[in-house]
């Protein structure tokens, strides 16, 4: 199957295949830019790997901090969809990992203040981050399981403020189309030895669509003690309440063309949605001169209770109580390897999940019937790895690394009706990465690096079409990661631009399909991933700036057969090609800002047979603001939105395989918020 690549694309694409410029020998030097979400941390210049950083002005500047997409999206290799579903969740895909997931994420390793959100069996949970309170987001752009086991398809990994920096007390409030209402209320500082930061939000959204409404509150908190010595005790509170979060559902071609702002008939007559009520709390201890390295140590423990009803009839009233609780230890070091610099990182990660889950029996009139399950899923996970980067001369550094994790998961079936549907599933995994980083000239480098990674099914991607426990048909997929990258800054053009090349073959590919209504899954032979990922920074004149990014890639089965079908060389569904995102921002020295966006996402496939396209779509955002001192230490500030400025009509979700023609979750027309924030 033949594909095409609009005109626009193919331009940009062809100018960018060309030599960069060389640098003279009198460049400016640019600020130092340091990333950790590998876990050994390095200057920008010397890490082998595509790893992209987002800054507070990013997340911050303009936006309504309510979803991933408004930071991410200018990630090349990363595309979001499901901003306006509250109750089924983002979906984030990197580089096809986590794409298949039918709601929340699947395959990526989310961590918050390096507490993983991604549990022991691989599925994670973004309602309870607090993006008011992120002052930086690194992503890693490829598999990563040496760094971080299971499910790291992709890394994204967010730190939140501690008050050290910019403290003071902010009260931000902003309201917008479709009801939407946000309040925030954050305070920080330092006092001696003891730094503090404490964010407070409460969001209210009506929603675009019948049955779509949300109530969220979460708080957010860390309380920092300096021990001296290099030293220091960090204690971080995470606290969500979630009242409500109505479901949509699906909806077919015909309900689309007869109204895009209607529900899913059975998600009205159900009231579908979500209730979801979590506590976390973590500490952490760092001793940066331990011995002659450093040391850290980390452990969290936190509890969730959720219920959901689904739309459909039958088994569709489902929830859990969760315990989840971790610990992990890292050692830095340096030492001579004969004549040569090593930095190395040894470390262990454990967490165990356990989920007291039920089902029950629903009736077209959405009264709750009969139990159909009750079990208690519980997963261990437990892992020892190792990275090095070995300095072999000043420019040329090589990294290994090397990791054994083991994942147990059982079920314990206390639903007697059906018999005994326990089951037990254990996997010893081994990952390994190799890299080679070439810092050719001050601001200019080129790596390469191959790895590979591993995914469990989650607890619900073990589900049985036969019946209770474990489906005996179901394997871990595994991938191998190869990638070449250049990244630089081109003072001449003041232009920064990272380009890479990536090459991931997938064996035994997990993906979904539908049966009665409900959601399974089966290893789909082999898939290939492939493309060329770019992100541009221009610095056009002292108050301009461009930025894009753009991806282009192909994502297809190698093998897959069903016993009645055969897939092979089809297009992996819910994945576009291309997409393309530029920004071109206005500053002046203040805090006006002027900031116009446009976003191409490519066309996509809805199914595995590729029967079903969803055709492409262009954005366009606006956003602007401006800032008044109104005393010493008093600040007012102001900002309006607009999202989709030219009304164009496109899915914000597209739901794979879908039953009976349900593919497609509508987005939002031409819509407005602004906000105000006062500071002091």
Known sequence: MTRYLPPSLLLLSTAFSAPVWAQTDTEAVLPTVE?????????????????????????????????????????????????????????????????????????????????????????????????????????????????????????????????????????????????Y????????????????????????????????????????????????????????????????????????????????????????????????????????????????????????????????????????????????MGASAEYHHEVTLGSLPLNYIVGVDAARQKDDRFRND??????????????????????????????????????????FDRVDLDVDDDFAADGDQSGQRTFNEWSGSAGLSYRYRPQHQAYINTGTAFETPTFSEFANPAGGGFNPSVEPQKAWNREVGLRGYIEPLALDYDVALFSVRVRDELVPYDEGGRTFYQNAGDTNRDGVELALGWQLADQWRLDSALTLARYEFDEFATPSERFDGNRIPGLPEQTWVNQLTWENL?????????????????????????????????????????????????????RNLLDEEHYANVRLNGTFGRFYEPAPGRSVYGGVELSF
């Open 35 to 179: 990333v950790s979400a590998p876990r050994l941390a390095r200057e920008i210049y010397a890490t082998p790997a595509a790893v992209s950083t987002i800054e507070q002005d990013a997340i911050a500047q303009g936006q309504q901090r309510v979803r991933l997409d408004e930071s991410l999206n200018r990630v090349p290799g990363v595309f979001l969809q499901n901003r306006d579903n509250f109750a089924q969740g983002q979906r984030i895909s990197i580089r096809g990992f986590g794409a298949r997931a039918p709601f929340g994420v699947r395959g990526i390793t989310v961590m918050v203040d390096g507490i993983p959100y991604t549990l022991p069996d691989g599925q994670a949970q973004l309602d309870a981050i607090d993006l008011d309170s992120a002052e930086r987001i690194e992503v890693i752009r490829g598999p990563s399981s040496v760094l971080y086991g299971n499910a790291a398809g992709g890394v994204i990994d967010i730190t939140t403020a501690d008050g050290r920096d910019n403290p003071g007390t902010r009260l931000r409030m902003g309201a917008g189309s479709d009801g």
């Open 181 to 324: 209402q946000k309040m925030a209320l954050q305070n920080g500082g330092v006092q001696g030895d003891w730094s503090h930061h404490i964010s407070l939000t409460a969001l209210n959204v009506d929603g675009y669509r019948e049955q779509s409404s949300t109530e969220k509150y979460l708080l957010n908190a860390k309380l920092r003690r300096e021990l001296g010595s290099d030293r220091a005790l960090t204690a971080i509170i995470n606290l969500l309440d979630n009242p409500r979060s109505e479901d949509p559902g699906a909806l077919n071609a015909r309900e689309v063309a007869e109204g895009r702002d209607q529900a899913a008939p059975n998600s009205l007559a159900l009231d579908a949605g979500q209730t979801v009520d979590q506590q976390l709390i973590g500490l952490q201890y760092e001793d940066l001169s331990a011995g002659e390295g450093e040391l850290y140590l980390k452990g969290f423990i936190a509890q969730r209770d959720f219920e959901q009803q689904l739309p459909f009839v039958g088994s569709s009233r489902l929830g859990y109580q969760r315990d989840y």
């Open 362 to 403: 629903v009736n077209p009139q959405g009264v709750v019937g009969e139990p159909l399950a009750d079990e208690t899923q519980t997963a261990t996970s437990t892992g020892v790895f190792a990275q090095g980067d070995l300095a072999l001369s000043e420019p040329l550094t090589l990294s290994l690394g090397a990791r």
């Open 590 to 642: 203040d805090e006006r800002f002027a900031t116009l966006e446009t976003e191409y996402v490519g066309d996509l496939v809805a199914d595995n047979a590729n029967e079903t396209s969803v055709d492409s779509y262009w954005l366009v955002n606006l956003r602007v603001g401006d800032g008044w001192q109104l005393s010493q230490q008093t600040r007012l500030s102001a900002y309006v939105g607009l």
